[in-house]
């Protein structure tokens, strides 16, 4: 997404696989504009985007594709097998589901309830130290 004025060489600039939307402002209404629609990015691998998600990420595209929860195994085992047992394609789209809708304070919660059930304190919150100057 860029501004009007960008328009002419936006182009050079961005991947060729990145579609390119034109903001603008007409009669004081935004104006959005496709300059090019967005394609594959060929040398993207889903085995290098699975390491992005959480393991609770995980746990659902698990239950979606009724595999066994794998709860006593690692992150992973848990990668490998999704990469061994759903379909490359299927796994992609899964993939980007779960990481338009993570929810951070949502995690949050359940990462200090793991901590909690696992008997590992929750770590609290560290104030930064601020400096003082003197002059």
Not at 62 to 89: C, H, I, M, T, W
Request: hydrophobic share 30%; glycine share 4%; with cysteine.
């Amino acid at each position: 997404m860029t501004g009007i004025t960008h328009e002419k060489h936006v182009e050079e600039h961005v991947p060729e696989w990145w579609g390119i939307l034109i903001v603008s402002e007409e009669e004081g209404k935004v104006k959005i504009v496709q300059k090019r629609e967005a394609g594959k990015n060929r040398k993207c691998k889903v085995s290098q985007q699975i390491k992005w998600l959480w393991r609770t990420e995980l746990n659902h595209i698990l239950a979606r594709n009724y595999l066994p929860a794998y709860k006593a195994k690692s992150k992973k085992f848990v990668q490998d097998k999704l990469l061994e047992k759903v379909g490359e394609e299927e796994l992609k789209n899964q993939i980007v589901e779960e990481l338009f809708e993570r929810d951070y304070e949502q995690w949050q919660k359940e990462f200090e309830a793991y901590r909690k059930e696992q008997g590992r304190p929750v770590r609290k919150k560290r104030m930064k130290k601020k400096k003082l100057y003197r002059m």
